[in-house]
């Protein structure tokens, strides 16, 4: 009667035959291999030899990955294993791969799948003089998830600098006061002459009193800077004339006209030499 070769519990035993039974050599090597005297194993005793080799097979992750081929949908890649991709115009026919720089690339597919889940990351490579070495993750359940991108020191930079001004940039104090102005508008001291605005009339409200009425002008943007988007309000503090408002040679105010007497009006600069006039302007 056939005996494991290793004691009770040794790690993967297989069966010989009994030393008593004196069995011909391809028996005992059957045994050993199969687990059963037999020339077709149907199925396969999983812990003999033969089926623990099987199932290393089945289960194994190639050392050497499988190369992708041209036009290849990396969406049918499921099966666990390494798959490499050499070639970017291989990438550039295919489908669904990630995109770096709104290219494709040559890189390394790796996929692990659980049953219910597939996993992918895909290692690109990059091309000569161009190496990129980032990765992208996603994950198969029910659908495919986007790609997700790995984040180095260099993409926090890139991301977060720009939104911190102040680490390059040198403000005068007027600019200062103009880039933190208040929410709400202040009159600036009042005018009795004619008046040009000026960077520190941003945000503020130019209160101009001149008996004759009097001129409100816009310069032009190589002559103040004021950034797109300025407002900037004017009342009318006298009480007999009108104010007038209008853009020097080179600059085109929408809607200008005159301000009437204790009026308000804003002006708003939507382009580089064009200001929009809103209110009582007549």
């Given at each position: 009667?056939?005996?494991?070769?290793?004691?009770?519990?040794?790690?993967?035993n297989?069966?010989?035959?009994?030393?008593t039974e004196?069995?011909?050599?391809?028996?005992?090597l059957?045994?050993?291999?199969?687990?059963?005297?037999t020339?077709?194993?149907?199925?396969?005793?999983?812990?003999?030899?033969?089926?623990?080799?099987?199932?290393?097979?089945?289960?194994k992750?190639?050392?050497?990955?499988?190369t992708?081929?041209a036009?290849?949908?990396?969406?049918?890649?499921?099966?666990?294993?390494?798959?490499?991709?050499?070639?970017k115009?291989?990438?550039?026919?295919?489908?669904?791969?990630p995109?770096?720089?709104?290219?494709?690339?040559p890189?390394?597919?790796?996929?692990?799948n659980?049953?219910?889940?597939?996993?992918q990351?895909?290692?690109?490579?990059?091309e000569?003089g161009?190496?990129?070495?980032?990765?992208?993750?996603?994950?198969?359940?029910?659908?495919?998830?986007?790609?997700?991108?790995?984040?180095n020191?260099?993409?926090v930079?890139?991301?977060?600098?720009?939104?911190?001004?102040?680490?390059s940039?040198?403000?005068?104090?007027?600019?200062?006061?103009?880039?933190?102005?208040?929410k709400?508008?202040?009159e600036t001291?009042?005018?009795?002459?004619?008046?040009?605005l000026v960077?520190?009339?941003?945000?503020?409200v130019?209160?101009m009193?001149i008996?004759t009425?009097?001129?409100?002008?816009?310069?032009?943007?190589?002559?103040?800077?004021?950034?797109?988007g300025?407002?900037?309000?004017?009342?009318?503090?006298?009480g007999?004339?009108?104010l007038e408002?209008?853009?020097?040679?080179?600059v085109?105010?929408?809607?200008?006209g005159?301000?009437?007497?204790?009026?308000?009006?804003?002006?708003?600069?939507?382009?580089t030499?064009?200001?929009?006039?809103?209110?009582?302007v007549y």
């Amino acid at each position: 009667m056939p005996i494991d070769i290793g004691a009770s519990g040794a790690p993967y035993n297989t069966q010989i035959p009994n030393y008593t039974e004196n069995a011909d050599i391809q028996t005992a090597l059957r045994l050993y291999h199969y687990g059963e005297d037999t020339d077709i194993p149907d199925p396969l005793i999983q812990n003999s030899v033969a089926g623990h080799l099987k199932n290393l097979e089945e289960t194994k992750v190639d050392i050497v990955p499988l190369t992708i081929g041209a036009s290849a949908d990396i969406n049918s890649y499921t099966t666990t294993g390494y798959y490499v991709q050499p070639d970017k115009a291989n990438a550039e026919s295919g489908s669904n791969y990630p995109v770096e720089d709104s290219e494709f690339f040559p890189g390394l597919l790796k996929v692990v799948n659980s049953g219910s889940l597939v996993f992918q990351e895909y290692h690109i490579l990059g091309e000569s003089g161009n190496i990129i070495n980032r990765v992208y993750r996603r994950v198969y359940f029910n659908s495919w998830s986007t790609w997700e991108k790995s984040v180095n020191p260099d993409d926090v930079v890139d991301i977060t600098d720009p939104r911190y001004y102040l680490k390059s940039q040198v403000y005068t104090q007027a600019e200062a006061n103009n880039a933190f102005a208040p929410k709400y508008f202040t009159e600036t001291t009042l005018k009795t002459a004619d008046h040009t605005l000026v960077l520190e009339d941003l945000n503020k409200v130019v209160a101009m009193d001149i008996p004759t009425g009097g001129v409100l002008t816009v310069p032009t943007n190589a002559s103040v800077a004021f950034p797109l988007g300025s407002v900037i309000n004017v009342y009318n503090a006298n009480g007999n004339a009108f104010l007038e408002i209008a853009g020097a040679a080179g600059v085109t105010v929408r809607n200008p006209g005159t301000i009437e007497p204790y009026q308000e009006a804003s002006l708003r600069k939507r382009a580089t030499n064009e200001w929009v006039a809103a209110g009582p302007v007549y």
